[in-house]
Nanobody
Framework: QVQLVESGGGLVQAGGSLRLSCAGS????????MGWFRRAPGKEREFVAV????????RYADSVKGRFTISRDNAKNTVYLQMNSLKPEDTAVYFC?????????????????WGQGTQVTVSS
């Protein structure tokens, strides 16, 4: 498994931007499919975005498509989530997750390692 630590959360006004980072440990980071999930208050954890271990393929939830961009830098063992045009409904704790050589899946059960999460709050 890989150890994951998220950063970059905070408070932002609607329409603003944030970039989340997720740093992974271990020499095999480049073999992990990486996903971002979020859990809003009173709701279950939901899929946000996923990127293949090569970085060549991505997939997004419909609710963030066109506003969020997932990317990765395997040399730095880091995956990013650039969030633009933020809305109050994007308020949640954001988690990154890793699954070794998984397909581009939104299934929570497909991911083996999870970070502790970072809070994103969007004010109206």
């Amino acid at each position: 498994q890989v150890q994951l630590v998220e950063s970059g959360g905070g408070l932002v006004q609607a329409g603003g931007s944030l970039r989340l980072s997720c740093a992974g440990s271990g020499r095999t980071f480049s073999s992990y499919t990486m996903g971002w999930f979020r859990r809003a208050p009173g709701k279950e954890r939901e899929f946000v975005a996923v990127i293949s271990w090569t970085g060549g393929y991505t997939r997004y939830a419909d609710s963030v498509k066109g506003r969020f961009t997932i990317s990765r830098d395997n040399a730095k063992n880091t995956v990013y989530l650039q969030m633009n045009s933020l809305k109050p409904e994007d308020t949640a704790v954001y988690f990154c997750a890793a699954g070794e050589k998984r397909p581009l899946t939104s299934l929570i059960s497909a991911y083996d390692s999870w970070g502790q999460g970072t809070q994103v709050t969007v004010s109206s």
